[in-house]
């Protein structure tokens, strides 16, 4: 055994990934800090994931009633829960079998949650209808995406198939595609445009791609993750015209729809745009939507929720994909009611409405005044640029690496920018997340920061970082 | 018959992973560079893409402007259709639509559906555990930590559950493996379990209910192709996640019948027989047990087991131990004995090379919590580098729910003695296994008094798997319809009684031989209920196909 578990960290240290080591590193140094090991700072800073809890922030309070309620419902009694809180967990339970959040639940969900789902998409949407029968509430955006990705992505055959994904993207969706035998045909976000996306550069990955592979979907983040952009109605209808002229599937990763901090930018679902093109779009380009209790002011990651909408499937593969969500027998418990509380939050005149409302409002003037400290302090920094944040939970800056700290990173076997992030964590106690985790075109160099995070814990990323930048720059020119 | 010692040497699956190679970053010398992007998760096109290629051209559909669908029944991943999932299956959908008819007012010859096909508890009525519930209740609203009702052992679980997780907060993601206290928690478990062989936290993965678990490590096992395909050995009847899984891989199944004249007893030559007539067209790599049985409700001896690792051994097999019924044994002289502990009694040699994965869940046991997503399974054995990708494939799932982390954790760490909590957690767990194990033997008895059923001993877990006579001429009757003829049969009882089990075709059995599965869950009223109405409408069925003459084997 203890020969199994040397070799077992020997590994570790050699094939796992940057961030991995990052992260492995970020725990080491708290740990040596707990143990009274001297360092110029006093505790570790990690904002490389985007997980807005980790981070600091609060989850809202009524959220965390109803499920401890729905828990344990001899809370139900004991009148410390507000009328409403008692009022939601009895309803959910009511729709629970046996009265329990221990059953399993239909395979799509809840059907009552799958309903209030549903009604939440079409509010949201305007008049575009939705139907029940389209959604299956899921394990979180990640599985639902894992879920879509087997249903078209063959991993046998003569031909891989392929998946337009963006450069940056979402780490995590290529390597559920690598899983899954499918290829990744990446096509770059136009940095210099506020990262935006462009159909003819979507056009040039994809005739690049055929003949190598079978492009079937394409992957958009909107709002963008790590990029921050947020997709105009007008890109949005073009990118549907692609994607019809081209027969692709389009995945459209929606799950930071309630993030959008530019006042002069709006989250229009694709499904909307969709709808309102009218004949023949609406009636063929197949699409399917994500959302998440894990991002926007929920921020429930580690209690694993999130929905998938189909629209235009083919019925006959529905079935087929009924039966392959049926395999993971249903969602967590849960996670589908963190769900229905998104679909249908507490409202004027209900007893925890102030709060509810008063708590989502700070986390968005948070994240409202984050991204504006952000892009006055990294603006002035020489050496880094960064594209407006018009939503999200991440910025996204350009370093501009002085070439001969571009030499040293080579020597050390490193990418560039992560040879910044680890100086920057050992230096300071800061980590963040290495640009190239994310993929970003060649010669440039990012870095990923989190800013769901409380004000003052910003302050402290963004002092850190501005020492640590200068003294960089100035060490390496 | 000469070994190697070393378990480097008996890496079964170190040639299954090739699939994975993309999900391992890439030391920097061997970045990719392809349309000047770096993009250390794009392996594929490299890595194992190339040589498809060559076909490439001839394949591709022309661009047309009529647009049809990108995802027909042509280009829908062709192991999708062939998957199915008979507890979910169309009995189940069926009667999900009687249950949405009866809410509407619509009328059926009976009031309510019984849904004793799936293994669900708390919708059966089971109550949960107070403890369990209170210490996620905290977790999850931790403003309770100040009130006086709440139990300070339920108060201090939780404030250490919350310690492990990041930011405090169960919504929070964990490590994908999990979070480390509650992998401590389940290691110090196993070892108290299994009189102290040892156990380390390392070799634990929290996972989403015991499913996630074992898909993860058959995808690490599955490989090659043709005769080199990996063949997976599986009881029939077994749990259909597993045929599903081996269909939606494309695996070869391997099927080892259990004894249904003995008690559904695993009989070690049957292995040898399967093992041998399979090896001609595939590579078998992995044999899956369930212990205690699914759907079959046996507990396997120690000697069994130890002759199935024995097996594995010679014959170097990826064991999957499915135990997620480990705390449901009820049959006097049968005890559960844990695969990895016979292993390690059995000796070093044995201890330090069987590659073995057992699972665990929150769903059944004396919890029954099925909604919370809970599970872990401990790995043995496995190259370092192959655990490495087991790593790596589990993160892409990010991580199990952490509230069905933090119910495993009280399972693996209940009250003890000296705690607040301990008599009523003792009372209640006594409670659960007692009903469930007097459900088990009134099962067995009346369904044994019906005229053409018969039930072996339910020794353990949570169903009857009793074989059915059916009529010649009921037989011909779901012939003509294209269906199972104990899929006609249970259709025909959820019509006419609104009783819902899972046909035995679900599950596999002998060619001729038909059965169903239920649940022995239902609260016992109602199993009564349950057991008198199948009763009546078995006899009827009988009737109406002209036969109350039941050949008795």
Sequence with gaps: MSLLREASSRLWSIRSSEQVALA?????????????????????????????????????????????????????????????????????????????????????????????????????????????????????????????????????????????????????????????????????????????????????????????????????????????????????????RFAAEEKLFLLADEVYQDSVHDPKCEFVSYKKVLFEMGPPFSSSVELASFNSISKGYFGECGLRGGYVEFVNLDPTVMGHVYTLFSMDNCAAVLGQIILDIM?????????????????????????????????????????????????????????????????QAKEAGMEPDVFYASRLLEETGLCVGAGSEHGQSEGTHHIRLCIATPTENMEEVLNRLSTFHLSFRSHFS | MHRLPSSANRSLIAGAVEQYRALVMRPKSQTIRKESVRFKTQGPMESYGLKRYSTAEATVPATSKIREKTLTMETLNPQVKAVEYAVRGPIVMKAEEIEKCLREGGKQPFTEVIKANIGDAHAMGQQPITFLRQVVALCTFPELMDSPSLPEDAKARAHRILQGCGGTSLGSYSASQGVDCIRRDIAAYIEQRDHGVPADSENIFLTTGASDGIVSILRMLVSGQGASRTGVMIPIPQYPLYSAAIAEMEAVQISYYLDEDNSWALDINELHRAYQAAKKHCQPRVICIINPGNPTGQVQSRKCIEEVLHFAYEENLFVMSDEVYQDNVYAPGCEFHSF????????????????????????????????????????????????????????????????????????????????????????????????????????????????????????????????????????????????????????????????????GSGFGQRDGTYHFRMTILPPKDKLNVLLDNLRDFHIKFLKEYGTLEVPRG
Excluded at chain 1, 195 to 214: I, Y
Excluded at chain 1, 385 to 402: E, M, N, W
């Design chain 1, 24 to 240: 492995k590193r970020a725990a080491q140094i708290t740990a040596e800090l707990q143990q009274g090991v001297t360092r110029p700072y006093k505790n570790v800073i990690d904002c490389s994931w985007g997980d807005p809890h980790r981070e600091g922030l609060n989850p809202l309070t009524f959220v965390r009633q109803v499920v401890a309620a729905c828990l344990y419902p001899s809370l139900l009694t004991s009148e410390v829960l507000p009328v409403d809180v008692q009022l939601r967990a009895k309803g959910l339970l009511g729709e629970c079998g046996g009265g329990s959040v221990g059953s399993y639940t239909s395979t799509a969900g809840i059907p009552k949650i799958v309903q209030s789902v549903s009604e939440f998409i079409s509010q949201r949407d305007g008049a575009v209808p939705s139907s029940p029968e389209n959604i299956f509430i899921t394990l979180g955006s990640q599985r639902s995406l894992m879920m879509v990705l087997k249903i078209f992505v063959k991993n046998e055959g003569t031909i891989q198939t392929g998946v337009l994904s963006p450069v940056p993207s979402y780490p995590y969706f290529n390597m559920a595609l690598s899983m899954q035998g499918g290829v990744m045909v990446p096509y770059h976000l136009c940095e210099e445009q506020g990262w935006k996306l462009k159909v003819d550069e979507l056009s040039r990955a994809l005739h690049a791609a055929r003949g190598h592979c079978n492009p079937m979907a394409l992957y958009v983040i909107n709002p963008g993750n790590p990029t921050g952009q947020v997709q105009s109605r007008k890109s949005i209808e073009d990118v549907i």
């Design chain 1, 343 to 407: 679909a249908h939050p507490p409202q004027p005149g209900d007893p925890s409405y102030p709060t509810f409302s008063e708590e989502v409002r700070a986390i968005q003037d948070t994240l409202a005044s984050n991204v504006q400290r952000v892009q006055t302090v990294l603006g002035s920094l020489p050496g880094i640029s960064c594209q407006p944040i018009k939503g999200g939970i991440f910025a996204f800056p350009q370093l501009h690496i002085p070439p001969c700290a571009i030499q």
């Design chain 2, 340 to 503: 990895k502990k016979v292993l390690y009694e059995m000796g070093p040699e044995y201890f330090n090379s069987v590659e073995l994965a057992s699972f665990h869940s929150t769903s059944k046991g004396y919890t029954g919590e099925c909604g919370f997503r809970g599970g872990y399974m401990e790995v043995l054995n496995l190259e370092p580098e192959v655990k490495a990708q087991l790593v790596k494939l589990r993160s892409v799932q990010l991580c199990p729910p952490v509230s069905g982390q933090a119910a495993m954790d009280v399972i693996v760490n209940p009250p003890r003695p000296d705690e607040p909590s301990f008599s009523c957690f003792q009372q209640e767990k006594t409670a659960v296994l007692g009903a469930l194990a007097e459900k088990a033997k009134l099962t067995e008895e009346i369904l044994n008094s019906v005229p053409g059923i018969q039930c072996n001993p339910v020794q353990g877990a949570m169903y009857a798997f009793p074989q059915l006579f059916i009529p010649p001429k009921a037989v011909e009757q779901a012939k003509a319809l294209g269906m199972q003829p104990d899929m006609l049969y249970c259709l025909r009882l959820l019509e006419e009684t609104g009783i819902c089990l899972v046909p």
